[in-house]
């Protein structure tokens, strides 16, 4: 821009001298020169500004794409815990509402109870499994580990009893007693070694390490799922939890 209008005013010097235009319109010339000058600048601003609100969208869109790809991942992981909850093929919500307001009692499962306990024992093992399964249900955790603890006193050789430790588990996870719900999972490693419920057993175990900031704790146990159970979907889970697979997006 000074090089140009160094040039205009050369120009200017060069008519005068040669006395080819007038004062006045020197004095005309001038002003416009000063004019674009001024709508130059003018222009110049307006482009940094818009410049300016178009970095300002773009952070903004960076930001909610980041959040929604959070949010994403974070009812991913529900809806995955959800699948395991209604993979729990011995309980039936129909069944039990019917059998509950029928208040039918059906023939106790005394498999695997000592003799010397059937005779003291006059609860209905099912019955009790699935109160303290619909109490976990209403999030009355209290109830449920109070009914899945009697469940397990009981029975401990029933064929509900690796999942009445696990959820048990979720009770204190739930509670977000974390050190508690390990203890539980734990449990059902070492008592329940066949359980179809240890997947899901060891990927909480690494959640319930990550809330207790040891990731290296957590990391172990979601390396040891995708190692033993590669097909299920905790495996999954516990890829994204160490960015072994992209999120859903």
């Not at 003291?120 to 009790?128: E, F, G, R, T």
């Not at 359980?195 to 990927?203: E, F, N, T, V």
């Amino acid at each position: 821009m000074e090089i140009r209008r160094s040039g205009f005013l050369f120009l200017l010097l060069f008519l005068v001298i040669s006395s080819c235009v007038s004062r006045r319109e020197i004095v005309g010339f001038q002003e416009k020169l000063d004019y674009l000058e001024a709508s130059n600048h003018r222009l110049e601003r307006d482009v940094a500004a818009l410049d300016s609100l178009l970095r300002i969208q773009l952070e903004e869109n960076q930001k909610l794409k980041a959040d929604l790809s959070s949010s994403l991942s974070s009812i991913d992981e529900r809806l995955g815990m959800l699948q395991g909850r209604v993979e729990d093929s011995g309980y039936r919500f129909s069944e039990l509402f019917r059998k509950m307001e029928k208040e039918e009692l059906a023939p106790a499962d005394t498999t695997g109870i000592p003799d010397s306990l059937k005779a003291k024992v006059s609860v209905d093992p099912q019955k009790l499994y699935d109160q303290a399964y619909l109490d976990f249900a209403k999030k009355n955790y209290d109830l449920a580990i109070q009914g899945f603890s009697e469940f397990l006193s009981y029975f401990p050789k029933s064929k509900s009893a690796d999942k009445a430790q696990y959820w048990l588990g979720e009770c204190y996870f739930a509670k977000e007693d974390y050190n508690r719900s390990l203890d539980e999972f734990q449990k059902l490693l070492q008592n329940f070694p066949t359980s179809d419920k240890l997947p899901s057993a060891l990927y909480k175990i690494g959640l319930c390490y990550e809330e207790l900031k040891n990731q290296l704790r957590a990391n172990r146990y979601y390396k040891e799922v995708i190692t033993k159970y590669p097909d299920s979907a905790e495996a999954r889970l516990a890829k994204e939890k160490l960015g072994l697979e992209k999120k859903k997006r």
